[in-house]
């Protein structure tokens, strides 16, 4: 259902430092786990991805680690810029049937110059 | 040369009007979904299409009626419109079938007002 009652929950970081931003997924069975990384007035858009055969996954500045014993996923940005402050999601889904994917609450990520 | 385009980026409507908003992909994708955000971000799938196939239907009013008349077009038309059907709507692809999961691709949204 809608999140009713819940507010987004907000990260505020200075710029130049680390940020890490948290998500548990609900599906022992999800397979496959996508972090998307939202604008203001944009669509989400896709920053990196891990499979559940992996633990970790770099990207450049991203790194992406799974906890699959705790279903806990993170984001780590490295050297946070201006230009990284936006809603962050964690997304998971199943490869098992035809792809649907659950969008986690999000949270907001502000980078104070 | 716009991946996942929307129209129209902003829909201002009274309530009980009908209303459509279209979608198209130029990435030869055979997945297609329309996601409905609320006023607190959170994004939930409403819809998806597989060459042309509706294949994931969520719990969704009949109101809503999905149509795809080609593989690179899934276009969302809304009967009678309510208050609460105010949000965003985001149109998406992937390159995927059975058994597999891919990216997915966000259009900029449509941002629906029912006055």
């Known amino acids: 259902g809608e999140s009713v009652g819940l507010h987004l929950p907000t990260l505020s970081v200075q710029e130049g430092d680390n940020s890490i931003i948290n998500c548990a997924y609900s599906n022992s069975a999800s397979d496959y786990f996508i972090w998307y990384k939202q604008e203001s007035g944009k669509g989400p858009q896709f920053i990196i991805d891990?499979?559940?055969?992996?633990d970790k996954r770099q990207g450049q500045r991203v790194t992406v680690l799974l906890n699959k014993t705790v279903k806990h996923l993170s984001l780590q940005i490295a050297a946070t810029q201006p230009g990284d402050s936006a809603v962050y999601f964690c997304a998971e889904s199943y490869s098992g049937g035809y792809q649907k994917v659950t969008f986690g609450i999000g949270t907001k990520l502000q980078v104070i110059p | 040369d716009t991946a996942v385009s929307q129209t129209p980026k902003y829909l201002v409507t009274q309530m009980g009007n009908d209303k459509s908003i279209k979608c198209e992909q130029n990435?030869?994708?055979?997945?297609m979904y329309w996601y409905k955000q609320d006023s607190k971000k959170f994004l939930k799938i409403m819809f998806s299409y597989n060459n042309k196939e509706l294949i994931i239907n969520e719990t969704v009013p009949n109101r809503f009626s999905p149509k795809s008349p080609d593989k690179a077009h899934l276009n969302l038309h809304i009967n009678s419109l309510e208050l609460g059907d105010s949000a965003v709507y985001f149109c998406a692809s992937s390159q995927e079938g059975q058994g597999s999961v891919d990216t997915q691709y966000f259009g900029p949204g449509t941002r629906l007002t029912v006055l």
């Open positions: 891990i499979r559940s055969n992996m």
């Open positions: 990435l030869g994708h055979d997945t």
